[in-house]
C-alpha cells in the first residue's frame, strides 16, 4: 500500500483495515517514518514509543483478523505527557518529573488499550500543561509545522503538532484554559474539549481540578467524534466524572443545520481581533446560515473578566495541587540538602521553571489569610455569573461560536518576556471552561502568510452531539481541512 498511510484519517484508515488492504503495522512504520522524517524540526515528542507501538500493532493485526476491529483497533495515537501511562515515562514536560514512570494507566489510556489503539509516543507539552505557546517545556519547545518559526500554542502544542505533521493519526490533549482549541486552530487541526466530566481525569496529573479536561485532537471531525466515543463514560474512579450515557456520536455527523440557532457574542469581534481572524469567522458564519443556520447576537457580559477570573481560580488550584512535588515520595529531588527545608525549597526552585512557579505564587498569595476573600472567594462567584450568562445565551441559541484565537501563531519567543500578553491568547476559550461546556476548534481559513486560523464552536451541557453537527456541516461545506503544511 502507498507510502503515505500517515497523512490518512481514523476513518480511512479503518475502512482499509476491515477490508485488509492494508495491516496496522503498515501503518505504524509509515508513522514512524514520518516521525524520523520531521521530528527533528517540528519537536513534538518527548518520548516516540516505536517497540511499543510494533507490538501493539501486531496484536491488532490479530484483533483485526479475528473480526474483532473497532475504529481505534491498530490507530497509531499519541498521548499528551500527562496522561499516565504504566511502566512507560510521563513527565508533564518538567524536570520535576524527568524520570518519573507511572505504575498504573489513566482511564483514557486503558479505555484506547481496550480498543487496540497504538501508542506511537508521549507528545511535549508546556511544563504541568502551563502555557499557551509549547516553549515553557524542559525538553525545549515544539515548533509549528505551518511556520517552524512560531509557536503550535499549549499547553497541548506538541499532540497538536504531531497531528498537523502527520507524526500520529490522532493524538489527545488536555484543556484546562484552552490547551486543546487553541494549539489545533493554531496548528490547523481539529481539537475538541468535552463538557467537564464527559471524560475521566482518572490518571492525568492534575494542574487546576475543576477546569481540566481530556479530548481528542485529530485530522477531521468525523475522527473527533471517533476518539471521543472511546475515551468518554463514567468512571467510579474520578468523583466528578458524569454518569450519563455516552451517544454514537458519529451518528450526529449530519451535513446541514437546518433549524439551528448560533449565536454571535458580540463581545468577541473587538479591537483586539486580528483582522484577518475577524474576516474569516464571518465568512465561517456566512457559510453555516447558507446551510440553514439562523445567526443571532447574544451577549455574554461578564466574559471580559474571564482571564483574570481563570488566573486566580487556575493558580490556586494549582498551587494546592503540585503541593505534593517536594522531594520525598517521587520526582525530583535536589542534590545534598542540609535538612529538611532546604530540601523543600532546592527541590521545588530548582525543579520547577519559572511560568510554573509565577503561577504557584500567584495561586498561593489568593489562598493566603487576608486576601482569600478578596480574590479568590470574588473569582469564584464571578465564575458563577460567567456561567449564568451562558445559561442565559443558551435560552436564545443552541451553539455559540467565536474566534479561538485572537490571533494566529505568533514567533518564538515573542511573548515569553511579556506573560500577560501570552495569557490574553486564551481569552476565547476560557470562559467556557470555567462553564465547564464543551468546545472545539475547527479550520476555518488561513491568513495572507499561510498560518491557519481556528473557528470556535461551544454548545450546552452535553450537547457535544450538537457541537459535532455544527462542526461537520461547515467541514463538509469548505476545503480548510485538506490542506497539509509544507514547511515539513
Known sequence: MGDNLAALTIHELHDLLVKRSISARDITESVLERIAAVEDRVHAYITVLADTARKQAAQADARIARGEATYLTGIPVALKDILCTKGIPTTCGSKMLANFVPPYDATVIEKLQQQGAVFIGKTSMDEFAMGSSNETSFFGPVHNPWDLSRVPGGSSGGSAAAVAADECIAALGTDTGGSIRQPAALCGVVGMKPTYGRVSRYGLIAFASSLDQIGPITKDVTDAALLLACISGHDDRDATSIDAPVPDYRSALIPHVRGMKIGIPTECFHEGLDPEIDAAVRMALEVLREQGAEIRDVSLPHTRYAVAVYYLIAPAEASSNLARYDGVAYGFRCDHPEDL???????????????????????????????????????????????????????????????????????????????????????????ANLAGLPGISLPCGFTASGLPIGLQIIGNVLQEETVLRCAYCYEQSTAWHTRKPLCV
Open 341 to 431: 527545608q532546604d530540601m523543600y525549597e532546592r527541590t521545588r526552585s530548582e525543579g520547577f521553571g519559572s511560568e510554573v512557579k509565577r503561577r504557584i505564587m500567584l495561586g498561593t498569595y489568593a489562598l493566603s489569610a487576608g486576601y482569600y476573600d478578596a480574590y479568590y472567594k470574588k473569582a469564584s462567584q464571578v465564575r458563577t455569573l460567567i456561567r449564568r450568562d451562558f445559561e442565559n445565551a443558551f435560552a436564545q441559541c443552541d451553539l455559540i461560536i467565536t474566534p479561538t484565537t485572537p490571533t494566529p501563531a505568533f514567533k518564538l519567543g515573542e511573548k515569553l518576556d511579556d506573560p500577560l500578553s501570552m495569557y490574553l491568547s486564551d481569552i476565547f476559550t476560557i470562559p
